[in-house]
């Protein structure tokens, strides 16, 4: 078993991906003349999970990167939020907790967050594996822009996230010998991603 280290290669593609994700958004969110600037809001306490080694490891890259105190407090603060979490679920609740690497309202990783955080905001697509298309509206405030300029929520831009989740799906499948399909499935909050530390596999 040995941890699943990035190449300046592969950083470098997952940054790519990243990039062209980021031109994308701003380019719906000038369509709509949508920016997150003056929300009274802070949307890192909505509650996702994440599915790639890929992006488990590059966030690892940037935790390493901060010196060791704030790594013990975030450690602290990640727990933190496994047991609200809990706690929301056991009272049948969608968790809303405000994620551990966000400090004073400022992502504290920014570089090195994850797809999911990129995307936030305007309106997005994904088609699944098997077919079926998945809608997501946009945050509360983008929601109001587009009631207010389109009659078809489908009239709105829109980020399709399928291409840029496949890349990443390729770029992991590549990193473990296209054998992807033989580890478990990952499926877990930045919160646990930190407490679990980077990922460690059974690779050559
Ligand atoms: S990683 Fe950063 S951007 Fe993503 S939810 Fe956490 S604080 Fe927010
Ligand atoms: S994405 Fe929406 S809710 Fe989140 S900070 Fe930006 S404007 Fe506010």
Known sequence: MKELVLSPEVVEAVESIYNRLEDLYSQVAEKLKFSCKGCPDNCCDSYFQHHTYLEWAYLHIGLKQLD??????????????????????????????????????????????????????????????????????????????????YFHFSDAPKVERTPFLQQLARLENELLHNERAKYPKVKMTIAEMIIAGPPVLDID
């Open 68 to 149: 060791p105190e704030k790594q013990s407090e975030l450690m602290l603060r990640a727990r933190n939020y496994v047991e609200k979490v809990k706690e929301a679920e056991a009272a049948d609740k969608r968790p809303q907790v405000m994620c551990p690497l966000n400090e004073d309202g400022l992502c504290m990783l920014y570089k090195h967050r994850l797809l999911v955080c990129r995307t936030h905001g305007v309106p997005a697509t994904i088609k699944r594996p098997d077919g079926q298309s998945l809608a997501f509206p946009g945050c509360f405030r983008c929601q109001a822009i587009v009631e207010k300029k």
